[in-house]
């Protein structure tokens, strides 16, 4: 059933996205990549599949007829950050109309799994927030931040790599700190409200400076979101954006972790309390709320951490690469992918179980206002911050080496 929904849903998408009045499909980029299929597009860039010999890469395009170019920073900030769960970036170009990005070809976003599932199950949003923990410690201790934590920005590995979970799009990224003394940058106000507005953080939602911290609330938001089916400030019926955020900042303030979380794990709870009590340079433990995750599947739940999601079929157990470690050594872990052939079979039922019982729900129509609204709002964020990134990310003490520039 599972498999049908996504046939069908990438064969409208197609449709849609991919017609003859296209100025990109079919052309060669940078001498030697032939866009194929438009895969993702927003107000800030459009993705195309591209190939290059017999290998697939991914290429985000950004008209230079903007008024505001960011593209060429996010590849230099995502080529600085190079890790495990951050895309590979190969190389940057330009020609008269595009600036272009090419980096790996990644798998289908949280965004796309969640359209199809409607929900989560509370041991797919435990696997998700544990690797989601992994890539902002890891990015944090770059002294990165991300600012627009959502599903759309976070997808799974192809292939051998599927069960993988990478971030991507930092156009709204920024240092945080002194690469060079680890001193914090003042906690100012700022002129507008950065990242998406259904994920922001509190803070952030009253123009703030942000932190650590506010990638964590939002990712908190963003595990409900994946639990709950939607959160209660969705869908406000609001004129003016700056009302709405208004709105949204209210409704964040007066509902409490008691009724955000009500039937949930009570992990899920001390993640919303955590992330909204933390200081401003207080540093997050990672390894605790990690740990939550872990205790709350395997002994409370009973259950392997073994990376099998909601979406996983078998052929995806398949391909997976017996040497891939989800956490690569890289965080302090020590939980490897667990190939138990018979825990794998019954995670799989267990699946299968569901998808059937869920299958009417599955028919509904995919909302959109919600989308729309969210793409309006990172337009403008983008537009507004941008210069502002340019500042900040270039002062002496916190700006990316020249050496990763890899301009072509």
């Not at 990005?101 to 989560?120: A, C």
């Not at 939602?205 to 969705?234: H, K, N, V």
């Not at 729309?372 to 990316?400: A, M, P, S």
Request: aromatic share 12%; charged share 35%.
């Amino acid at each position: 059933m599972e498999e049908e929904q996504k046939n069908e849903y990438y064969t409208k998408k197609i449709k849609l996205d991919n017609d003859s009045t296209d100025p990109i499909l079919n052309k060669v980029f940078l001498s030697k990549y032939i866009a194929i299929q438009k895969i993702g597009s927003g107000a800030f860039g459009t993705v195309y599949k591209a190939e290059c010999g017999d290998d697939l890469f991914a290429l985000k395009f950004e008209e230079r007829s903007n008024e505001y170019e960011y593209l060429e920073e996010e590849a230099i900030m995502m080529r600085y950050l190079k890790g495990p769960q951050i895309p590979v970036i190969h190389c940057f170009g330009k020609n008269i109309r595009y600036n272009i990005m090419v980096m790996e070809l990644l798998g289908d976003s949280l965004e796309f799994n969640f359209t199809i599932k409607k929900k989560f199950s509370v041991k797919t949003t435990a696997l998700i927030g544990y690797q989601i923990l992994n890539i902002l410690e890891f990015i944090h201790d770059r002294h990165i931040i991300h600012r627009d934590i959502k599903p759309d920005n976070f997808l799974m590995g192809r292939k051998e790599k599927n069960a993988i979970l990478y971030l991507l799009d930092f156009g709204l990224a920024k240092k945080f700190r002194s690469s060079k003394t680890l001193m914090q940058y003042p906690y100012i106000r700022k002129k507008k409200m950065t990242g998406t507005a259904r994920y922001a953080s509190i803070h952030a939602l009253e123009e703030m400076e942000q932190s650590r911290r506010d990638d964590l609330e939002s990712t908190a938001y963003m595990l409900l979101y994946f639990l709950r089916g939607s959160l209660p400030w969705q869908g406000l019926k609001i004129k003016t954006k700056e009302n709405r955020y208004k709105k949204i900042l209210a409704k964040k303030k007066e509902i409490t972790s008691d009724e955000l979380c009500e039937t949930f794990p009570e992990e899920f709870k001390y993640f919303v309390d955590y992330t909204k009590n933390l200081g401003y340079t207080e540093n997050p433990d990672y390894e605790k709320l990690r740990k939550n995750f872990v205790v709350l599947v395997e002994e409370k739940m009973c259950r392997t951490f073994d990376f099998i999601y909601d979406w996983t079929t078998k052929s995806d157990i398949q391909q997976r690469d017996d040497s891939i470690d989800i956490l690569n050594g890289n965080f302090g872990g020590n939980n490897k992918i667990n190939k138990n052939k018979n825990m794998v079979k019954n995670d799989l039922e267990n699946n299968e179980e569901n998808n059937e019982n869920n299958k009417e729900e599955n028919k509904q129509e995919i909302k959109i206002e919600d989308v729309k609204n969210d793409n309006d709002n990172n337009v403008e964020n983008k537009n507004e911050n941008n210069n502002e990134n340019k500042v900040e990310n270039n002062r002496e003490t916190d700006k990316v080496e020249s050496s990763c520039c890899f301009i072509f």
